[in-house]
């Protein structure tokens, strides 16, 4: 039962093959047989999944469609949870319950949602690897001694490893698309406003996506099709109708389709394992009648530095609420300063105070000019880059990553070696485009390794279309690790 996709696990609660409670079961008896060695979960909420089951399965008794009935999930630990231990994987919110669902997570409750519990992280989803958490590091099902990647680890892992049909991760420079390439699902960056940011805990605002990870293309479309549209509560979400992405897959075929290669993402620094596969990729979409043009994205040199700027300075600015006096834990000195310093100094980790120092430093009095300002001036050069190739191509085809999973400990004392990690994946976030991580074969290590297939920001039916098609022709998402 756990290595059924999501798709098909509601086609057997559907026909009454199984319920809700079995499914369940099995997940979380999967979970205590190999999370002890992977690590996916901060928090289990095991009777509250099983109460949600049994409930699913009365609302099925009862004629209910809702379109997730009863399908068990696993949530990112930066998306707010009411009730439920919300810590961003960091020490600083250890123990902090929201009084409130994140709005995609209250939709997928809405939708039947059985909730297994809540993913690590890099703190506050500062990272590539999950060995920011302020917890543990998640290891990855392929090869436990290397990395999940990161900061969505968690939920990459756990759906790897049938521990749940799928899971939510948040994005802001490739945060699902990066752990789903390294971990070998399915991983989907929506368009910046197709999806709320409530009660999404905001790392860099004008950059975080929520997005989803699962084991199939038509198991995104059906969790997008529940979490996407507006929300009043995010004014950055947008008031655009939702196409029907399960009916956008039948028939989906790629003929006359353009395929854009950057010729900027294949140089220096990619694994040639990768190149290989990412190229066979584009070859089986021409076999099927796609044809590829060569395409130049003139400003990628610039999105490493100009997404640590601008993602650094945002999460400096969103960081500053936790002080120890209005969520989480207090490091009580008596004297509110030393209370501040203390709370912030003890259980903020390295890397989150590395970046709020450069947030901070970017955003200040004399170098917000030279640097800040120059930044978002780049941005807007990269975004006119990819609008510019979408004038000629349809989708945009790359890697996810430029090497497959690194070793635990391999890049988690250089940082720069980390943000290196990202160069195929900030850009999309800094145009607030589209993308999707579909698995594309194996290093000879036997390490997946990921398609990145990029769109304009609403055409997410358009990139599931052609992963879809992908998917159907060559069936690398069905391999699966052996784990436990
Ligand atoms: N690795 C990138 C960073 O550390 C992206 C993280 C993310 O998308 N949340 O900022």
Known sequence: MIDLTLT???RKLNSGEVTSVALTRALLDRIHQVDPAVRAFLTLTEEQAL?????ADQRRAR?????????PLAIKDVLATQGVQTTCGSRILEGFRPVYDATVVQRLLDAGMVMLGKTNTDEFAMGSSTENSGYFTTHN???LARVPGGSSGGSAAAVAANMAYGALGTDTGGSVRQPASLCGVVGLKPGYGRVSRYGLIA?????DQVGTLTRSVEDTARLLSVIAGHDPKDSTSMPLPVPDYLAALANADVRGLRIGLPREYFTTGIQPEVEAAVRAAVDVLVGLGAEVVEISLPHTDYGLPVYYLVATAEASANLARFDGVRYGPREDRG???ATYTATRGERFGPEVKRRIMLGTYALSAGYYDAYYLKAQQVRTLVRQDFDEAFEKVDVIAAPASPTTAFKIGEKADDPLQMYLSDVYTVTINLAGI???SVPCGFD?????IGLQLLGPAFQEDRLLRVGHVYEQATGWHTRRPTVG
């Open 51 to 55: 109460a949600q089951a049994e409930a």
């Open 141 to 143: 099902p392929w090869d």
């Open 203 to 207: 790392y860099a605002s004008s950059l």
């Open 63 to 71: 004629g209910d469609t809702a379109p997730l009935l009863g399908i």
């Open 335 to 337: 004297e509110m300063w």
């Open 434 to 436: 589209a993308g999707l």
């Open 444 to 448: 000879g290590q036997g390490l997946p």
């Open 8 to 10: 098909e696990a509601l």
